[in-house]
């Protein structure tokens, strides 16, 4: 495919190959030149690099959403391939906007026992928004969220019934992706199953997130620890 593409374009296109941060992330472009999306699970915002052509400079189609911040529909227009590196950073200040506007929407409990789990973590490494964890970290968090996945299903109520479906929904997406998403996608992701279960009350919290749960399995995402997967059943 990329011989396909001019040399040209290819190395203009080079800085935004995997391309990843806080709030959005790059995905498999299939025909496009490059694809993006939100990160937010519940979004439709995207920004697409679609195709490219010649006239005396490169041309290229972009289409993403929002549009701007009076209108939340996509804009699919021709621009010239100097100034793909603005229009896209308005794009991520659209979305860096979302992030930081307080709403009735916004759940401030949850997103306080997320943020305090992920930061727990403390990824620092510099590949953390590109690169998988390793195949035995995987092993260890696949195996933790199949206990809460094997497990969960006994704490449901009439009242909580739909905060424990969408956290088995959530689990679930997230062990689909282990091996597909980068090492801060993974953690965002349990961190905010983490909070869903913290805010459900102590018993759930007791079950599934002990102090020495959390440790072995913190400590063996940074570190591997010899049979931490045994562990944490």
Do not use: C
Request: net charge negative; charged share 30%.
């Amino acid at each position: 495919m990329k011989k396909k593409i001019p040399l040209e374009l290819l190395e203009m296109l080079e800085p935004f190959v995997n391309k990843n941060g806080r709030i959005f992330e790059a995905i498999n472009p299939d025909n496009f030149l490059l694809k993006f999306i939100d990160k937010d699970d519940k979004s439709e915002f995207y920004f697409n690099v679609e195709e490219y052509k010649m006239d005396q400079n490169f041309l290229l189609l972009v289409d993403y959403k929002p549009k701007n911040k009076q209108s939340t529909i996509n804009r699919r227009t021709w621009i010239k391939s100097a100034t793909l590196e603005t229009i896209f950073a308005n794009w991520l200040e659209l979305l860096d906007g979302y992030e930081k506007v307080k709403t009735v929407f916004d759940d401030p409990i949850l997103e306080a026992f997320s943020n305090e789990y992920f930061t727990d973590f403390e990824i620092i490494e510099e590949d953390a928004d590109i690169n998988p964890f390793s195949i035995n970290q995987i092993i260890l968090l696949d195996g933790h969220l199949d206990n809460i996945q094997k497990k969960i299903g006994k704490f449901i109520t009439e009242e909580n019934k739909s905060e424990i479906e969408q956290i088995k929904v959530d689990v679930q997406d997230l062990r689909n992706n282990l091996t597909k998403k980068p090492k801060t996608w993974v953690i965002k992701k349990l961190s905010n199953i983490w909070a869903q279960i913290t805010k459900q009350g102590p018993q759930l919290l007791k079950e599934f997130l002990s102090e020495t749960k959390k440790f072995v399995i913190k400590e063996g995402v940074k570190f591997i620890m010899e049979k931490g997967a045994d562990i944490i059943g």
